[in-house]
T-cell receptor, first 115, second 116 residues
């Protein structure tokens, strides 16, 4: 079975632009989460979606938004890009929202560089 | 609030020797603990998790982790290290919070280097 897929793999943008990152979860998984990993740090939680609704939000500005589609795929949008948004953006999927034994499985990430 | 500490930025070990990567956590209530591994320019790969039950958890690629509630630790171990184990290892804690989702909170990572 295919794992979590993300597109694009790499992206270069300039300050002020906006970007859309895409994620397809593992088949059968209904929850998608987004994380930002800045170089040298652990991933930081941005959003969690389940059944097309936002179920959790991390400490990120309103420039960051996301949505989940009926097929459970998801998009992360970032507006008015700043240099500090340069990072690896990771998508993770899980079967449920709050399953005690649930595990989040990560995709390969999208490397965003803001110039 | 929940947090994870990985006190060592880097761990060096000779191939064939046992390895330990340390992790301590802080969370209210029962902790759900995870280890992930990251190879260069790749996403995170799930290794193992502790939810409840036996304090010694076995995972992928021969890794195991020991949960110690009194010391709030969840150290990753392997009896015999391989050069191919060289990677960045992350410990994480998961806790449900209303409005905060079922998020993972990660440590800063420990770079494991296994040498011949």
């Amino acid at each position: 079975d295919a794992g979590v897929t993300q597109s694009p793999t790499h992206l270069i943008k300039t300050r002020g632009q906006h970007v859309t990152l895409r994620c397809s979860p593992i088949s059968g998984h209904k929850s998608v989460s987004w994380y930002q990993q800045v170089l040298g740090q652990g991933p930081q939680f941005i959003f969690q979606y389940y059944e097309k609704e936002e179920r959790g939000r991390g400490n990120f500005p309103d420039r960051f938004s996301a949505r989940q589609f009926p097929n459970y795929s998801s998009e992360l949008n970032v507006n008015a890009l700043l240099l500090g948004d340069s990072a690896l953006y990771l998508c993770a999927s899980s079967l449920q929202l709050r399953g005690q034994r649930d595990t989040q499985y990560f995709g390969p990430g999208t490397r965003l560089t803001v110039l | 609030a929940q947090s994870v500490a990985q006190p060592e930025d880097q761990v060096n070990v000779a191939e064939g020797n046992p390895l330990t990567v340390k992790c301590t956590y802080s969370v209210s209530g029962n902790p759900y603990l995870f280890w992930y591994v990251q190879y260069p320019n790749r996403g995170l790969q799930f290794l193992l998790k502790y939810i409840t039950g036996d304090n010694l958890v076995k995972g992928s690629y021969g890794f195991e982790a020991e949960f110690n509630k009194s010391q709030t630790s969840f150290h990753l171990k392997k009896p015999s290290a391989l050069v191919s184990d060289s990677a960045l290892y992350f410990c994480a804690v998961r806790r449900w919070a209303a409005g905060g989702g079922n998020k993972l909170t990660f440590g800063t990572g420990t770079q494991l280097k296994v040498e011949l």
